[in-house]
């Protein structure tokens, strides 16, 4: 499984952007659970949203209301809106991929050791 992610950059405060994470090597009617995570400099990596092949989401209380998860099956492509940009939002960006799960679960964004593939990240900065 490879992860690219892409559609980060510098956004002013209350602003928006939508990260996308491509996704090869595994089919969709596979089990998984796809995630977004983010690790500020000096932070540990931190869980914000994921989605499950049966498209069930979770998210951060941190991110509840301005993050949106949501997955395109036909491109296989993972991808996160996020609104109302904050400078702590300010962070690299990773998809994760675990293909080896039914579902997300509620620990699926607090044991990033669970997840068995990342992306590269993409660099989120709002001033």
């Known amino acids: 499984v490879q992860l690219v992610e892409s559609g980060g950059g510098s956004v002013q405060a209350g602003g928006s952007l939508r990260l996308s994470c491509v996704a090869t090597?595994?089919?969709?009617?596979?089990?998984?659970?796809l995630g977004w995570y983010r690790q500020a400099p000096g932070k540990e990596r931190e869980g914000v949203a994921a989605?499950?092949?049966?498209?069930?989401?979770i998210y951060a209380d941190s991110v509840k209301g301005r993050f949106t998860v949501s997955k395109d099956n036909a491109k296989t492509t993972l991808y996160l809106e996020i609104n109302n940009l904050k400078p702590e939002d300010t962070a690299i960006y990773y998809c994760?991929?675990?293909?080896?799960?039914?579902?997300?679960?509620?620990?699926?964004?607090?044991?990033?050791?669970?997840?068995?593939?990342w992306g590269q990240g993409t660099q989120v900065t709002v001033s």
């Open positions: 090597g595994y089919h969709d009617s596979q089990n998984y659970c």
């Open positions: 989605i499950d092949g049966a498209g069930s989401t």
């Open positions: 994760a991929a675990d293909p080896f799960v039914n579902y997300c679960s509620s620990s699926s964004l607090s044991r990033p050791g669970d997840f068995d593939y």
